[in-house]
Protein backbone atom coordinates (compact mmCIF):
# COMPACT_ATOMS: atom_id res chain seq x y z
CA UNK A 1 0.00 0.00 0.00
CA UNK A 2 1.17 3.30 -0.61
CA UNK A 3 2.15 5.62 2.13
CA UNK A 4 0.00 8.28 -0.47
CA UNK A 5 -2.92 7.68 -1.80
CA UNK A 6 -4.77 9.83 -3.70
CA UNK A 7 -8.52 10.08 -4.71
CA UNK A 8 -10.11 10.37 -7.61
CA UNK A 9 -7.68 9.54 -10.01
CA UNK A 10 -9.80 10.91 -12.35
CA UNK A 11 -11.93 13.54 -12.51
CA UNK A 12 -14.23 15.51 -14.93
CA UNK A 13 -16.22 18.72 -14.39
CA UNK A 14 -18.00 21.25 -15.65
CA UNK A 15 -16.87 24.81 -15.55
CA UNK A 16 -18.41 26.55 -12.63
CA UNK A 17 -18.41 23.12 -10.65
CA UNK A 18 -17.28 23.01 -7.00
CA UNK A 19 -14.36 20.24 -7.46
CA UNK A 20 -12.75 18.26 -4.18
CA UNK A 21 -9.53 15.85 -4.31
CA UNK A 22 -8.74 14.05 -1.69
CA UNK A 23 -5.12 12.76 0.10
CA UNK A 24 -4.66 10.32 2.76
CA UNK A 25 -1.55 9.35 4.15
CA UNK A 26 0.05 6.08 6.34
CA UNK A 27 2.89 7.83 8.03
CA UNK A 28 3.75 10.65 10.40
CA UNK A 29 4.60 13.68 8.74
CA UNK A 30 5.68 17.01 9.22
CA UNK A 31 4.14 19.24 6.17
CA UNK A 32 1.45 18.30 3.64
CA UNK A 33 2.13 19.80 -0.28
CA UNK A 34 -0.56 20.54 -2.83
CA UNK A 35 1.20 20.50 -6.33
CA UNK A 36 -0.17 21.29 -9.57
CA UNK A 37 1.02 19.66 -12.89
CA UNK A 38 0.16 21.19 -16.53
CA UNK A 39 0.68 19.30 -19.46
CA UNK A 40 4.07 19.59 -20.37
CA UNK A 41 5.48 18.96 -17.32
CA UNK A 42 5.73 21.85 -15.57
CA UNK A 43 5.02 22.30 -11.06
CA UNK A 44 3.73 24.98 -9.22
CA UNK A 45 3.48 24.31 -5.86
CA UNK A 46 0.01 25.29 -4.56
CA UNK A 47 0.17 24.73 -0.88
CA UNK A 48 2.45 23.85 1.96
CA UNK A 49 0.13 22.56 5.22
CA UNK A 50 0.59 21.30 8.43
CA UNK A 51 -2.37 22.46 9.93
CA UNK A 52 -6.18 23.80 9.97
CA UNK A 53 -6.62 25.39 6.48
CA UNK A 54 -5.15 27.75 3.82
CA UNK A 55 -6.68 29.53 1.01
CA UNK A 56 -5.18 31.32 -2.48
CA UNK A 57 -8.21 32.58 -4.76
CA UNK A 58 -10.46 30.06 -5.46
CA UNK A 59 -8.49 27.42 -4.28
CA UNK A 60 -8.31 26.12 -0.54
CA UNK A 61 -6.70 23.10 0.97
CA UNK A 62 -7.15 21.56 4.40
CA UNK A 63 -5.72 19.11 6.69
CA UNK A 64 -6.80 17.08 9.38
CA UNK A 65 -3.68 15.52 11.15
CA UNK A 66 -5.65 13.63 13.55
CA UNK A 67 -7.49 11.55 10.51
CA UNK A 68 -4.42 11.78 8.36
CA UNK A 69 -6.29 13.34 5.48
CA UNK A 70 -6.01 16.55 3.31
CA UNK A 71 -8.53 18.09 1.06
CA UNK A 72 -7.66 20.50 -1.89
CA UNK A 73 -11.15 22.22 -2.89
CA UNK A 74 -11.56 24.65 -6.09
CA UNK A 75 -14.89 26.73 -6.36
CA UNK A 76 -16.07 28.23 -9.67
CA UNK A 77 -13.83 25.65 -11.47
CA UNK A 78 -12.59 26.92 -14.80
CA UNK A 79 -10.91 25.16 -17.68
CA UNK A 80 -7.65 26.43 -17.11
CA UNK A 81 -7.67 24.43 -13.95
CA UNK A 82 -7.30 21.41 -15.65
CA UNK A 83 -4.06 19.51 -14.76
CA UNK A 84 -3.15 16.57 -12.90
CA UNK A 85 -2.96 17.81 -8.80
CA UNK A 86 -0.34 15.74 -7.11
CA UNK A 87 -0.32 15.77 -2.77
CA UNK A 88 3.17 15.15 -1.51
CA UNK A 89 3.88 14.67 2.07
CA UNK A 90 7.11 15.20 4.08
CA UNK A 91 7.67 12.62 6.23
CA UNK A 92 8.18 13.15 10.30
CA UNK A 93 10.15 9.58 11.20
CA UNK A 94 13.47 10.61 9.96
CA UNK A 95 15.17 13.00 12.33
CA UNK A 96 18.29 13.19 10.40
CA UNK A 97 19.15 16.25 8.30
CA UNK A 98 17.53 15.96 5.73
CA UNK A 99 14.11 14.49 4.90
CA UNK A 100 12.49 13.42 1.64
CA UNK A 101 8.73 14.24 -0.27
CA UNK A 102 6.81 11.23 -0.81
CA UNK A 103 4.51 11.30 -3.56
CA UNK A 104 0.72 10.26 -4.46
CA UNK A 105 0.26 9.08 -7.95
CA UNK A 106 -2.00 12.10 -8.71
CA UNK A 107 -5.67 13.62 -9.81
CA UNK A 108 -6.08 14.39 -13.67
CA UNK A 109 -8.83 16.84 -13.15
CA UNK A 110 -10.54 17.81 -17.07
CA UNK A 111 -12.64 20.92 -16.67
CA UNK A 112 -15.16 21.60 -19.76
CA UNK A 113 -16.99 24.50 -21.18
CA UNK B 1 13.09 37.16 -11.19
CA UNK B 2 14.21 34.33 -13.09
CA UNK B 3 12.67 31.03 -12.22
CA UNK B 4 14.48 27.60 -12.10
CA UNK B 5 15.75 26.70 -15.32
CA UNK B 6 16.77 23.08 -16.41
CA UNK B 7 18.84 22.18 -19.71
CA UNK B 8 18.40 20.76 -21.99
CA UNK B 9 14.62 20.52 -22.07
CA UNK B 10 14.36 17.24 -24.07
CA UNK B 11 17.06 14.21 -24.62
CA UNK B 12 17.39 11.47 -26.66
CA UNK B 13 20.23 8.48 -25.60
CA UNK B 14 20.75 5.20 -26.53
CA UNK B 15 20.95 2.45 -24.06
CA UNK B 16 24.83 2.62 -22.30
CA UNK B 17 25.34 6.00 -22.48
CA UNK B 18 25.61 8.73 -20.00
CA UNK B 19 23.64 12.02 -19.81
CA UNK B 20 24.59 14.81 -17.53
CA UNK B 21 21.57 17.19 -16.72
CA UNK B 22 21.66 20.78 -15.56
CA UNK B 23 19.35 23.11 -13.03
CA UNK B 24 20.24 26.38 -12.32
CA UNK B 25 18.12 27.83 -9.23
CA UNK B 26 16.25 30.73 -8.51
CA UNK B 27 19.00 33.83 -7.26
CA UNK B 28 19.29 33.61 -3.83
CA UNK B 29 18.29 29.96 -3.22
CA UNK B 30 20.51 27.30 -2.07
CA UNK B 31 18.98 24.27 -1.54
CA UNK B 32 17.82 22.20 -5.05
CA UNK B 33 16.32 18.45 -5.09
CA UNK B 34 15.93 16.70 -7.95
CA UNK B 35 13.19 14.05 -8.66
CA UNK B 36 12.15 11.58 -11.31
CA UNK B 37 9.01 10.98 -12.75
CA UNK B 38 7.72 8.28 -15.03
CA UNK B 39 4.14 6.98 -15.69
CA UNK B 40 4.66 3.86 -13.71
CA UNK B 41 6.13 4.81 -10.61
CA UNK B 42 5.03 8.69 -10.33
CA UNK B 43 7.51 11.44 -8.91
CA UNK B 44 10.19 9.79 -6.88
CA UNK B 45 12.65 11.83 -4.54
CA UNK B 46 16.37 11.38 -6.29
CA UNK B 47 18.92 13.82 -3.67
CA UNK B 48 18.51 17.01 -2.43
CA UNK B 49 22.09 19.10 -2.34
CA UNK B 50 22.55 22.45 0.54
CA UNK B 51 25.66 24.71 0.11
CA UNK B 52 27.01 21.99 -1.81
CA UNK B 53 26.67 18.71 0.18
CA UNK B 54 24.57 16.05 -0.49
CA UNK B 55 21.87 16.15 2.33
CA UNK B 56 19.36 13.29 1.18
CA UNK B 57 19.51 10.67 -1.82
CA UNK B 58 16.21 8.93 -2.64
CA UNK B 59 16.13 4.53 -3.56
CA UNK B 60 18.22 5.00 -6.75
CA UNK B 61 21.54 2.43 -7.95
CA UNK B 62 24.97 4.30 -7.94
CA UNK B 63 24.40 4.70 -11.61
CA UNK B 64 22.22 7.78 -10.76
CA UNK B 65 24.86 10.83 -8.98
CA UNK B 66 24.50 14.52 -8.46
CA UNK B 67 26.57 17.92 -7.55
CA UNK B 68 26.34 21.13 -6.82
CA UNK B 69 28.70 24.24 -7.24
CA UNK B 70 29.53 27.00 -5.47
CA UNK B 71 26.76 29.21 -7.54
CA UNK B 72 24.00 26.67 -6.19
CA UNK B 73 23.55 25.27 -9.89
CA UNK B 74 23.50 21.15 -9.72
CA UNK B 75 23.93 19.00 -12.30
CA UNK B 76 22.80 15.00 -12.21
CA UNK B 77 24.62 12.42 -14.36
CA UNK B 78 22.93 9.01 -14.91
CA UNK B 79 25.74 6.60 -16.45
CA UNK B 80 24.68 3.27 -18.25
CA UNK B 81 21.65 4.04 -19.10
CA UNK B 82 18.63 1.51 -18.98
CA UNK B 83 15.23 1.89 -21.17
CA UNK B 84 14.06 2.53 -17.35
CA UNK B 85 15.40 5.93 -16.87
CA UNK B 86 13.42 7.36 -19.98
CA UNK B 87 11.65 9.70 -17.89
CA UNK B 88 10.78 13.61 -16.78
CA UNK B 89 13.74 14.90 -14.45
CA UNK B 90 12.66 17.66 -12.50
CA UNK B 91 14.34 20.10 -10.12
CA UNK B 92 13.20 22.20 -7.83
CA UNK B 93 14.98 24.94 -5.65
CA UNK B 94 14.40 26.91 -2.02
CA UNK B 95 15.78 29.34 0.01
CA UNK B 96 17.09 26.85 2.92
CA UNK B 97 17.20 23.37 3.30
CA UNK B 98 14.29 20.66 2.90
CA UNK B 99 14.01 19.56 6.33
CA UNK B 100 11.88 18.37 9.29
CA UNK B 101 12.23 21.60 10.58
CA UNK B 102 12.46 23.57 7.79
CA UNK B 103 9.73 23.17 5.17
CA UNK B 104 10.84 25.44 2.45
CA UNK B 105 8.38 26.06 -0.55
CA UNK B 106 9.97 24.15 -3.37
CA UNK B 107 9.91 26.51 -6.80
CA UNK B 108 10.14 23.50 -9.44
CA UNK B 109 11.42 24.16 -12.95
CA UNK B 110 9.92 22.75 -16.00
CA UNK B 111 12.02 19.51 -16.57
CA UNK B 112 14.18 17.43 -18.93
CA UNK B 113 12.71 14.89 -20.78
CA UNK B 114 15.11 11.87 -20.89
CA UNK B 115 14.10 9.48 -23.75
CA UNK B 116 16.01 6.38 -24.25
CA UNK B 117 16.16 3.92 -27.33
Known amino acids: KNEVEQSPQNLTAQEGEFITINCSYS?????LHWLQQHPGGGIVSLFM???GKKKHGRLIATINIQEKHSSLHITASHPRDSAVYIC???????????????FGEGTQLTVNP | KAGVTQTPRYLIKTRGQQVTLSCSPI?????VSWYQQTPGQGLQFLFE???????NKGNFPGRFSGRQFSNSRSEMNVSTLELGDSALYLC????????????????FGDGTRLSIL
Open chain 2, 92 to 107: ASSYGPQGLRSNQPQH
Open chain 1, 27 to 31: VGISA
Open chain 1, 49 to 51: LSS
Open chain 1, 88 to 102: AVRVSKEETSGSRLT
Open chain 2, 27 to 31: SGHRS
Open chain 2, 49 to 55: YFSETQR
